[in-house]
């Protein structure tokens, strides 16, 4: 059964710093594209970033959406069999809980076609 488990959210102030982590039971996240996305109150799902599947040459293809460019990094430790993101000049609008989930492939349209996801982490930015 594939888990996917997120941790690492809390209260963080405008402009710090927190790293989320995806750790996956049941399946091997190198062998996917694993990405993170954002759901606010009231709001769409925002796909936030995604690492592709790790190939033979070990170079991973990332996606960032725009607001996130500069400020976060998806990254992936297969040995460990996790995933990363790493926020930071966080801003009040990146309040939000925070999923990981495994996708086919990476591009901006990766949403559409995330498999499993887990629970989320909740993400709060206010001083």
């Known amino acids: 059964q594939v888990q996917l488990e997120e941790s690492g959210g809390g209260l963080v102030q405008p402009g710090g710093s927190v790293r989320l982590s995806c750790a996956g039971s049941g399946v091997t996240l190198a062998y996917f594209t694993t990405g993170w996305f954002r759901q606010a109150p009231g709001e769409e799902r925002e796909g936030v970033a995604c690492i592709s599947s790790s190939d033979s040459k070990g170079d991973d293809r990332t996606y960032y959406v725009d607001s996130v460019k500069g400020r976060f990094t998806i990254s992936r430790d297969n040995e460990k069999n996790m995933v990363y993101l790493q926020m930071n000049n966080l801003k009040p609008e990146d309040a939000a809980v925070y999923y990981c989930?495994?996708?086919?492939?990476?591009?901006?349209?990766?949403?559409?076609?995330?498999?499993?996801w887990g629970q989320g982490t909740q993400v709060t930015v206010s001083s």
């Open positions: 989930a495994t996708a086919p492939a990476c591009s901006s349209r990766w949403t559409l076609f995330a498999a499993s």
